[in-house]
């Protein structure tokens, strides 16, 4: 099983310089932290998704298809849950189902999807190696930077484990979906103890092997694979920097917001 | 094809690693982690000679790997205790050194080879150490050539460490730190979580390297793979207990035994027929009993299938499958075929092996059995009823499935809780929960732990646990993905009485396993499979009779087996070797 997200091609975005990237996936957040309004959300959702097709990562996409779902619908509904503004549409028992809280639910969702895309895209054309180089030039420490791709890289192994323990515990007769809401979320005790447990094990034998071979050993390590910044990343830095400076006017101007009616 | 003699090249000519004299001296190395009264490590003294390869056996705890990381320095700067004593390599001592700066001194092959690898190609890998010492570019990339030639990985530098099977990522490792260029190299049970085909490659590598004088330290359990080191050590509670060239140390049988290492098989023979001695080789022990039995057989090569001598019921029980298995086959989403076709059924009272390289389909045929998968096509019944109308939570007490790692399952505050919790979720009345547990933790060994934290046993306790808490539910059939790995001989022992024990008491039992003893000597019908079919299904006996399927499919016979074919015969165990040649006179 596949277990990280990185795609091997050779397109634009993965021919461009890690410090590049970084700055590319914060200029995008930056775009989307600006507008609530799902109008002005929706040119970068397509934007992102032809940047996915055009990237050759539409197969993570298409394999992460339920965790957007998963995501993006609860986060509309539960916000139009707690958006009480505007004249309601229709009446449905604890819901406020108005044009302004529709939209703004909508664009909540739109939202955090865009966030989890954007982060899905990034891994998908930068290797770890990359991303500890793209954030040390940013000026984080080797260290730490180094310490937040090898969580990148352990996400995806936990997610297994989690599957094995959940076979392991509905094989002794377990049953996940019983009880109310409140109840599912105890009942993944009997998951979230071994996982946890397991996951410190390989957190430790990971430690000792990073240390012998060196970990630490230089503030400033030297890369195996040469990294320069050429004609290409210099146009693809101005762009990033248009698309957040456009979307800051977007706010700027009011056209970011939900109108309240 | 393996190739350390470019490598080597290369690091003589770093003149740091000219072998000469003394690689590393320890001096009443004394340890006690942190929170224990115990003494990991007591008074050790050791000097190794460049060029020299040890080994060390000893059982778990015995502080085998304790030794190794004081080497390393990991003992004390990551795991912190109370050490006493010196360690000095090449001549310099070590204290106060940290674990990174030892790196190239000391080069360090782990267990858990999924936790040694942190980057997204093979080359990456090996330069990952050498980019952590600051090195030029041109420096590593005169490194990174031979360190992968002699691993046997030139070629596959772009791959992605994890596309690698285990035996090719176990090797990446010891490129990893071959790159270093250190003065010894320490193996920490290297080969524990591999199959028979990695493990054969690791060790293959691990004789080419100790060939081109490589000053080596290898830990491990199993003392046939020892065979080839310069010295032997024998750690019991922290102590050493022998030492000495294998040929003294591995004829002390009981000795062996009593510390938890398997004894070497051949061995046992030579002593069971009376002969004073160490088999080096299996062509040795040959050349051995044939002076005490000189009109003993020789084997003749016709096709030896039909012909064993000693013969035994294998075939299953006429009685209605628990199992049934038919024509099924299954892929993965996207993936290619896992299972082609595969029939197979499983009787009352069954004891079978499933052997197989990772990959051949082993694992999914279980899941299939105990529904976490459904067959693409083909038909499963458990016990006549149709495998796909029952839910697998549902079949837990007909089936019993207890995975590889016991650590998957336990999650309670005491071991009694852990062993309730499946009859709990069956909602069984407490009076008989509390009964079941005292019956299943008595046969499990466990019956003084029932208030003891499950997180704070042995490995082996705890793979008696989970063993207890699925066998509670008195399933008819239990599975056991690989039951015994990473537990010393004598758990491995212990394991495998218990699991005997239930057979005898009419448990059916389908064992997963890469250990070729544990069939010989436990199993009474193997399958084997390779490319998701069945290529064998029958006797344990008429299984290592096949010597040419057994090449194909890289299982390899106990050497006592193997020993055994040479004489036209095929015998499972050391004590039925040797009653065979007793049969034919002395």
Not at chain 1, 137 to 143: D, K, N
Not at chain 2, 172 to 179: F, P, Q
Request: one cysteine or more.
């Amino acid at each position: 099983m596949k277990t990280t997200l990185y795609v091997e091609r050779d397109s634009f975005v993965h021919r461009l310089h890690p410090t590049v990237k970084v700055f590319g996936l914060f200029a995008v957040f930056w775009s989307i932290y600006w507008v609530d309004n799902p109008v002005a959300l929706t040119p970068l959702a397509l934007l992102l998704l032809a940047v996915a097709f055009a990237m050759g990562a539409m197969e993570n996409v298409y394999r992460l298809r339920w965790f957007f779902i998963l995501i993006i619908v609860p986060t509309m509904l539960t916000w139009m849950l707690f958006y009480r503004v505007g004249r309601p549409l229709i009446h449905i028992p604890l819901f406020h189902v108005s044009r302004a809280s529709l939209m703004f639910g909508l664009g909540r969702g739109l939202k955090v999807g865009e966030l989890v895309l954007a982060s899905v895209l990034f891994l998908s054309g930068t290797k770890v190696e990359e991303l500890a180089v793209g954030l040390s030039r940013l000026g984080m420490p080797y260290r730490l930077g180094f310490t937040i791709t090898l969580a990148f890289r352990l996400v995806p192994l936990f997610m297994e484990s989690a599957l094995t323990v959940v076979d392991a515990q509905r094989l002794r007769g377990y049953d996940f979906d019983a009880g109310g809401a409140f109840e599912r979320v105890r009942r993944y005790v009997p998951v979230v103890v071994p996982v946890f447990m397991g996951a410190l094990r390989k957190a430790n034998n990971m430690a000792m092997a990073l240390e012998a071979r060196g970990f630490g050993r230089t503030r400033r390590p030297t890369s195996f694979v040469e990294y320069r910044m050429g004609a290409r990343d210099a146009v693809a830095f101005a762009l990033l920097m248009a698309l957040g400076a456009a979307w800051f006017m977007v706010y700027y101007s009011g056209l970011g917001a939900i109108p309240v009616r | 094809m393996p190739d350390v003699k470019g490598w080597m090249r290369e690091a003589e000519a770093d003149a740091r690693r000219v072998p000469a004299g003394e690689a590393l001296a320890v001096e009443d190395l004394s340890f006690a982690y942190h929170d224990t009264a115990r003494a990991a490590l007591r008074a050790i003294n050791l000097i190794q000679s460049a060029g020299e390869m040890i080994g060390v056996m000893g059982a778990s705890g015995a502080g085998k790997s304790t030794l190794a990381k004081c080497l390393n320095r990991i003992i004390p700067e990551l795991e912190g205790g109370e050490l006493r004593g010196t360690v000095r390599i090449a001549g310099r001592p070590t204290a106060g050194a940290r674990v990174h700066q030892m790196a190239p001194e000391v080069g360090m092959v782990f267990q858990d080879f999924e936790s040694q690898l942190f980057s997204t190609t093979v080359a990456h890998e090996v330069a990952f150490a050498l980019e952590q010492l600051g090195m030029e570019r041109g420096e590593m990339l005169r490194r990174i050539g031979p360190a992968l030639e002699a691993v046997g990985l030139a070629g596959l530098e772009q791959r992605d460490p994890t596309s690698l099977s285990g035996g090719q990522k176990q090797r990446l490792a010891i490129a990893a730190v071959l790159a270093l260029r250190p003065r010894i190299i320490v193996f920490d049970e290297p080969t524990t979580d591999l199959d028979p085909e990695g493990r054969a490659e690791v060790f293959a590598l691990i004789r080419q390297l100790r060939e081109q004088g490589v000053s080596l330290l290898v830990i491990e359990h199993e003392a046939e793979e020892l065979q080839r080191s310069d010295r032997v050590m024998l750690l019991n509670e922290g102590s050493i207990i022998a030492e000495g060239p294998p040929s003294a140390v591995m004829t002390q049988l009981d000795l062996l035994e009593s510390c938890g290492v398997h004894p070497p098989g051949l061995n046992r023979l030579l002593k069971l027929l009376g002969i004073e001695g160490h088999a080096q080789s299996i062509e040795h022990a040959e050349t051995e009993i044939r002076k005490r039995f000189p009109n003993a057989p020789i084997a003749s090569t016709q096709p030896p299938s039909r012909r064993t001598p000693v013969s035994d019921s294998v075939r299953p029980p006429s009685a209605a499958p628990l199992i049934r298995i038919e024509n099924v086959s299954f892929s993965y989403p996207g993936g290619p075929r896992v299972l082609d076709g595969v029939d197979l059924s499983i009787a009352p009272g069954e004891f079978v092996a499933i052997i197989g390289q990772n990959g051949s389909g082993k694992t999914t045929l279980a899941k299939l059995m105990i529904g976490l998968l459904q067959p693409e096509s083909g038909k499963i019944w458990l016990d006549g009823r149709d495998r796909a109308t029952l839910h697998s939570a549902a079949t837990a007490r007909d089936i019993g499935y207890v995975f590889q790692n016991p650590d998957h399952q336990i999650f309670a505050a005491t071991v009694e809780d852990e062993v309730a919790f499946g009859p709990r979720n069956f909602g069984l009345a407490p009076g008989e929960i509390e009964r079941r547990c005292t019956e299943v933790l008595r046969a499990v060994g466990l019956e003084n732990e029932r208030a003891s934290n499950p997180f704070l046993l042995s490995k082996g306790q705890r793979q008696r646990l989970a063993v207890a808490s699925v066998l509670v539910l008195r399933p008819k059939v239990l599975i056991l993905d690989e039951p015994t790995t990473g537990l010393d001989y004598r758990e491995q022992r212990r394991m495998m009485r218990l699991v005997t024990e239930l057979n005898e008491s009419g448990v059916a039992i389908v064992m997963i396993t890469h250990a070729p003893w544990l069939v010989a000597e436990y199993a009474r019908r193997v399958v084997l499979m390779r490319g998701g079919r069945t290529i064998f299904d029958g006797g344990v006996r008429e299984f290592f009779a096949h010597d040419a399927m057994l090449r194909a499919s890289s299982f390899r016979a106990p050497e006592v087996t193997q020993l055994s074919r040479r004489f036209g015969t095929v015998a499972l165990t050391p004590e039925e070797m040797a009653n065979w040649l007793r049969g034919r006179g002395g």
